[in-house]
């Protein structure tokens, strides 16, 4: 078989990895296990988390924990240091979308895009006015289907599946299994919270030892519909 033919070994596979950070995440793993046990979070491990009852954002720790530390075990009070959701540009501008009725263009997260397109930037791959336009017409398709289907899909089952639940709605797990948003995501964890799903599959992030200890993640992993 050609290199080119195994999708392991294909060179653009390797170069995602790489951008994943997967051979870091791989090492992270063996070492939870071994201090953790099995219940150890694994990098990019899906969990299930309720949507509405994720009110805060992680206002630690310091520095700021991405998609490269998922299932980073840290102790410590970083989970006691939060910020309201609702105040959030991306969760406000939703709700004047898709519950007000406001167009796209004039809610404050649009503009605020724009005005970074214009200054030469690539806000979430967009760099131009019609690229931004896209991306929320896509996001309208999202929430149609969302609605109609009852439920957000884990990542395993969108085309675009790389790893886990890698690219999902980034959450830190809490000491007690509070689901803290991290960053990522944030316009699903929006459009779940709008249509009140009672759970939306997420990314894990940095965890609590306690919540290990407690048994807090163990409950995480286990969706209510299967």
């Not at 046990?37 to 991405?66: F, K, L, T």
């Amino acid at each position: 078989m050609a290199l080119a033919d195994h999708p392991t070994l294909h060179p653009v596979n390797w170069l995602r990895d790489i951008r994943a950070h997967v051979p870091r995440k791989a090492a992270r793993d063996w070492w939870n296990r071994v201090v953790y046990g099995p219940d150890a979070p694994r990098s990019d491990e899906c969990v299930y988390v309720d949507p509405n009852a994720i009110a805060q954002h992680a206002a630690a720790p310091r520095p700021r924990r991405r998609r490269r530390h998922s299932g980073m075990v840290l102790g410590g009070d970083w989970d006691r240091q939060i910020a309201p959701v609702g105040a959030d540009r991306k969760y406000v501008s939703c709700r004047m979308h898709f519950v007000d009725g406001v167009a796209w263009e004039d809610t404050p997260l649009f503009e605020k895009l724009l005005r970074e397109i214009e200054g030469g930037h690539s806000p979430d791959g967009c760099a131009t006015r019609a690229d931004l336009v896209h991306r929320y017409e896509t996001l309208d398709r999202l929430f149609d289907e969302t609605r109609a289907r009852g439920r957000l899909l884990a990542k395993s089952e969108l085309p675009d599946y790389f790893r886990r639940e890698h690219g999902g709605v980034f959450v830190h797990i809490a000491r007690d299994g509070t689901a803290l948003r991290a960053g990522g995501g944030a316009h699903r964890l929006a459009i779940a919270r709008i249509l009140e799903l009672p759970e939306m599959p997420a990314q894990i992030g940095v965890v609590h030892p306690l919540a290990i200890a407690n048994g807090a993640l163990a409950r995480l992993r286990r969706s209510r519909f299967g």
